[in-house]
């Protein structure tokens, strides 16, 4: 069972690294071939364990997905991004400009990807850059830090959404616990990391995005910078609100039968808190500024493209997860850990650093 897995996760590297191949097509082909190898029914094999688990993934995982998409188009198109970040740095001053940056990337990155959000933000990087005259790392990299920590450790991104359903934890227990774990991370990794490296590589402001050029879809009024804080806190208050009651409810200090209760929690349960966060933003961020019902509709069309390949693969994901537990490999990788005596998440970390040793000394 570990030398399948072993060969399963190596075929999963080379397919995607190696020969570039999709990781949807990926995930799907290992999946199938790891659950054949095993040994698992031939007759249970789509439907009950790859489809089964796909789709199992995907209903936790898509809707969240995609209303975090639609709110962070919303800013975006809003001009919310550039307001967020001018107001930033008046607050902190011109020497920390790339702290402002990486604050402002943190809290655009809560709802949108890390890609949508670095593609905003590199105009307005480059061009606070050369407006200081200074080498782009320590700006870039203190936003690109804060994008990338976003989407490893807080929801509503697909990671931790997906790794929250599969351990069963909860929503704003998560945003609590992850919160502190993710400025820390960013402030070593990708602020103080910066100004080190800036200081030893020059590297100059790219001339074709150091102006910030702007969308046909871009406002000539931006969003103010309180507008965007204010929505992008309207989902943290709702989820916040009903762990709060969870946790009353767990030192009995109140009721889960009262219907006020019920309603509280509704709200604050995650596809709900961000579906009100896309309705006010698109009345705050739209219809209040004059924009058009249609011009709204394409807006929020526009961001479910990107996404897709993302929610998809993550379903494929949690399909190869389905078949590692439905053969066993599952509760026999467990068991190796356990009897290593070491640390899962150190054990984790072992095996991903050999099979990249392994990866790089293939042809």
């Given amino acids: 069972m570990l030398g399948i ?45 790859l489809v089964k688990n796909f789709g199992g993934t995907l209903g936790s995982v898509a809707l969240l997905v995609g209303l975090g998409a639609m709110l962070g188009r919303l ?22 400009a790339p702290f402002a940056l990486g604050v402002a990337s943190l809290i655009f990155g809560f709802p949108i990807f890390f890609d949508a959000g670095l593609v905003v933000m590199l105009p307005i990087v480059f061009a606070t850059a050369r407006r200081m005259k200074q080498t782009v790392l320590p700006y870039a990299l203190a936003s690109i830090g804060a994008f990338s920590v976003m989407h490893v450790f807080l929801p509503p991104h697909p990671g931790p959404i997906a790794a929250s359903e599969f351990y069963g934890a909860n929503i704003g227990q998560l945003l ?11 402030y070593f990794s990708g602020y103080l990391l910066g100004k080190v490296l800036g200081r030893s590589i020059h590297v100059p ?13 871009q406002p000539k009024a931006p969003a103010k910078a ?17 762990t709060d009651l969870s946790t009353l409810i767990s030192e009995k200090m109140v009721s889960a039968d009262e219907g006020w209760v019920q309603f509280a929690r509704m709200l604050g349960s995650t596809p709900i808190a961000l579906l009100i966060s896309v ?33 998809l693969i993550t379903g494929a994901g949690g399909m190869f997860g389905g078949v590692l537990r439905a053969s066993g490999i599952g509760k026999a990788l467990a068991d190796s850990m356990a009897d290593l005596g070491i640390p899962v998440l150190l054990g984790c970390f072992l095996v991903a650093l050999a099979l990249r040793k392994v990866l790089q000394l293939l042809p």
């Fill in 75 to 96: 800013v975006e198109t809003s001009g919310g991004a550039q307001s967020l970040a001018d107001a930033l740095i008046r607050i902190f001053g011109e020497k920390r």
């Fill in 5 to 49: 897995a072993a060969a399963a996760i190596l075929l999963i590297l080379i397919l995607i690294v190696k020969l570039r191949v999709h990781a949807l097509l990926t995930l799907v082909l290992v999946s199938l071939l790891t659950a054949i190898v095993t040994g698992l029914p031939m007759g249970s094999i789509v439907n009950d364990v």
């Fill in 205 to 217: 402001v790219p001339d074709l995005l150091s102006g910030g050029t702007q969308d046909n879809d």
């Fill in 279 to 311: 309705l006010v933003a698109l009345y705050v961020l739209g219809s209040k500024r004059g924009e058009k019902a249609s011009a709204l509709e394409k807006t929020i069309d526009g961001a479910l493209g990107p996404v897709c390949s993302v929610i």
């Fill in 176 to 186: 609590i616990l992850g919160l502190p774990v993710t400025l820390i991370t960013w």
């Fill in 226 to 242: 309180s507008t965007v804080i204010g929505i992008m806190l309207i989902p943290m208050l709702l989820i916040f609100l009903n």
